[in-house]
Nanobody
Framework: QVQLVESGGGLVQPGGSLRLSCAAS????????MNWYRQAPGKERELVAL????????NYADSVKGRFTISRDNVKNTVVLQMNSLKPEDTAVYYC?????????WGQGTQVTVSS
């Protein structure tokens, strides 16, 4: 079965960096685009970044452009979100998502807290 497991969250000061990873299993990873979403308290879940199956195309929410970078390793079946210059408004639970055969699959999420 499809499984997505996020890791790498934590508490960081404003201006700091974190590297989130999502380990995928149960499907042919290299065939599917991958997505990172986040959900802050009291807000709707929003798309942060996406990457195509080959990694040749990426796109970002305006709020994170120039600060976050999404990448993938189709050998290790992982997708990474490198987050730099973090701001308090980046505080949220971060999720990876894949859409396989008409079904959305989500990880359990990892908490990112940006605070001094």
């Amino acid at each position: 079965q499809v499984q997505l497991v996020e890791s790498g969250g934590g508490l960081v000061q404003p201006g700091g960096s974190l590297r989130l990873s999502c380990a995928a299993s149960g499907f042919t990873f290299s065939r599917y685009g991958m997505n990172w979403y986040r959900q802050a308290p009291g807000k709707e879940r929003e798309l942060v970044a996406l990457i195509s199956s080959t990694g040749g195309f990426t796109n970002y929410a305006d709020s994170v452009k120039g600060r976050f970078t999404i990448s993938r390793d189709n050998v290790k079946n992982t997708v990474v979100l490198q987050m730099n210059s973090l701001k308090p408004e980046d505080t949220a639970v971060y999720y990876c998502k894949v859409y396989v055969s008409g079904v959305e699959y989500w990880g359990q999420g990892t908490q990112v807290t940006v605070s001094s």
